[in-house]
């Protein structure tokens, strides 16, 4: 190994920095983070034992702290939901989770308009332009939940019911709860607040399965899993703000705001278009389903694909958090060849990908129905037909926080044009051959399989690159 020949002090102080956050995540060793302090000592001999010893004691801190913490958190919100699962699908039915399915689709494409996708441009911002980004994110999400009443309220024409009523009223709250959710969530593990954002999963999580819960005592429709989902949205809203410096008060002038919309235009002009197709290609294979096929085929997709999503939801988003605060850290100082860390990352997720894809497609399709119960029997079959999709996913998607981080904005908007176009011809082409819903699943998995390794490779491409300038720093184009 002959990088004690070339690395610089500098570089040297840097690799003693990174192998703080050894490898006690236990996840892969050598650290997907960072170098072992065994390697360090042979890539410099003059690494004393003291030194050594020192680093070891000190290790578990940072990227691997926030990652257990992270993770931890993930554990228990994911556990919450998992035991609130059979109580809500004996409480609602599949047609209610379907109806709810479709309209939390909705408010997740307008959520992610709100934010005019500035929540990206905060890892790597300034500490005070961080701060006003968090601010016009949040006054811009408003302004959008507003924009989407209008629209909610035609439903009212064609019903007077109060269910109907609480539920189009709740839509704009969502759409800004959501918003806000991902904004503080970025601020706070810009500081490396992982502690905080944690705890917000786990109250959140409870939060709303107590509300789901709660409102089945007054209505079984899908308007009591949507207005639970509300409360745990605002539960977890005030928890990340309580957390945050936000609540300070602070002045928020107009030449200010014109300044940091200039900086990150990017941000509203190219990476949220790209963003509006992503989210609209994932929530498309539910969308279709509900359009060809029914809310019941909806429904029953819907709990197949929370079942899938458990591994990302337990690990994936976590290490996605932590991945993305510590490698956009790292921009920031001028160190954009992250190839080592990206293939660390690849090489933790990948097995727990394999193991998982062998489960959805061997045991899910007898267990999920038992453990949803009577009229959830097809909820399997949908889970097997999604097990190349979530398997691929659950690799790709924690890496692909890489194109925000490097601004690699029309790469990113290509690979969501392509994925919509392929999810929406692979799966209207299914219907249109007289393809059953399970059918037209498997062609949509599929087609998103295709587009998660095209991103995969695409982001080990953009980490790969390397400075002219060995002793440049990168600054923000």
Known sequence: MNTAQTRSPT?????????????????????????TPAQLAVAEPNVTLRRIRALRRTRFS?????????????????????????VLTRLYSPEAFGTFAVVLSTVMIASTVGPLRLELAIPTAAPGEARRLVHIAL??????ALVTLPFALRGLKSSGETAVTLSVLTVPLLVWLYSATTVLVQYLLRAKEYAKVARRAIIQSAATAAGQIGMSTWTRAGVGLLTGAAIGQVVGVVALLASSDLLSKSR???ESIWRVLRHNWR????????????????QLPLLLLNWKYGAAS???LAQALRFGALPAALLGTALSSVFMAETAARVREGQIHNRSRFLRVTRALLPMAISWFMGLVLIAPELLPVI????????????AATAIMVATGLVASPLSVVFAIYRKSLMNLALDAARVILVLALGYGAWALGSGP????????????????????????VVSQRPVDPEATWVHP
């Open 11 to 35: 570089g040297y102080a840097q690799a003693l920095w990174e192998a703080t956050s050894g490898s006690a995540i236990g996840l892969a060793r050598p650290c997907f983070l960072c170098d």
């Open 62 to 86: 940072g990227a691997h702290k926030g990652f257990a913490a992270m993770s931890a958190s993930s554990v228990v919100a994911q556990l919450l939901t998992i035991l609130a699962t059979p």
């Open 139 to 144: 006054v811009s999400s408003a302004l959008v």
């Open 252 to 254: 928020l002038e107009a």
């Open 267 to 282: 941000f509203p002009l190219v990476f949220l278009p790209s963003a509006l197709l992503n989210v609209i290609g994932s």
């Open 298 to 300: 909806a429904g029953n």
């Open 372 to 383: 949803l119960g009577a009229g959830w029997d097809q909820s399997g079959q949908y889970a």
């Open 438 to 461: 399970v059918g037209a699943v498997w062609a949509m998995s599929a087609g998103l399989a295709v587009i998660y390794l095209g991103t995969w490779l695409l982001g080990l491409r």
